[in-house]
């Protein structure tokens, strides 16, 4: 059984697709206005997905989890800033990141406000070998400037790898910016450790299926290291300030809809099979 309506239902219909061992798909495939598209291969066990949903559901009904403001740190040193975020979400690690990486999957939409905080003008994939994909991507994304949201363009170019849940970008094209890259990725938190294996603290997910029965709650970490340096005369103050105020509160707005997507998984109502 299913209790998160869109991935429970997104894992069953595609756990029903046969498994290749490695993508067909060439180096350069053009894709002007290119869909998000599943992998050929899945690097986790879907089985063990869905009973993960079917433990946060029972858990959020009588211990509903908490989510924690992002931890942000920005130091700036010749002539760069870097943005250092770390996040617990109440999610398990391959479907927070398959949500980060899909942009159909409504990670980024502000329900309250009824818009989205990013959008996706066209895609194209460059090269696809494995778990590894990178794409050239053009999106917008909503920038909280003064509490109004102005559409800020980025052209990027994308490095996703599935397996080790990581994402590497790099500018081709960035309003204000001379330097802009980073990287995101998102590690296991083993929830339950401390109650359910008490005499062997698991340093592997294996580890922590077997000391907790399989009845352990997976969540997630992520952590994104954005770098980036503005063109004169916005590396100055009070410019600087001012892109340094917008490119945090930015962040705070996006992460916010990713807990909110979290809260909204959890209490997801089951959905039979």
Known sequence: MGVFPGFGSWINQNSKQPLKAESKRSENVDTEKDQFKLPDKYYYDLNEELKQEDLWHEAEKKHPWHNASPKIKVTHENGFYHMNIELTVGLTPDSLYNFLIDPESGAFQDLRRQRNLTEIKSRKVLFEKGPRQMTRVEKSVACNVFGVYIPISLNLILDENRKDLMTQYKKEKVRFMKEFKGNYKVEPIFVDKERLCKKRIPMTREEY?????????????????????????????????FIRGMTIKTYKSLLAQVQDLSIRMRSAVPVPE
């Not at 352990?216 to 103050?237: E, H, M, R, V, W």
């Open 209 to 241: 299926k077997k000391c907790s029965g399989g009845q352990g709650k997976l969540a997630s970490k992520l952590t994104i290291d954005q770098y980036y340096q503005p063109y004169p005369p916005f590396n100055l103050p009070p410019l600087s300030w």
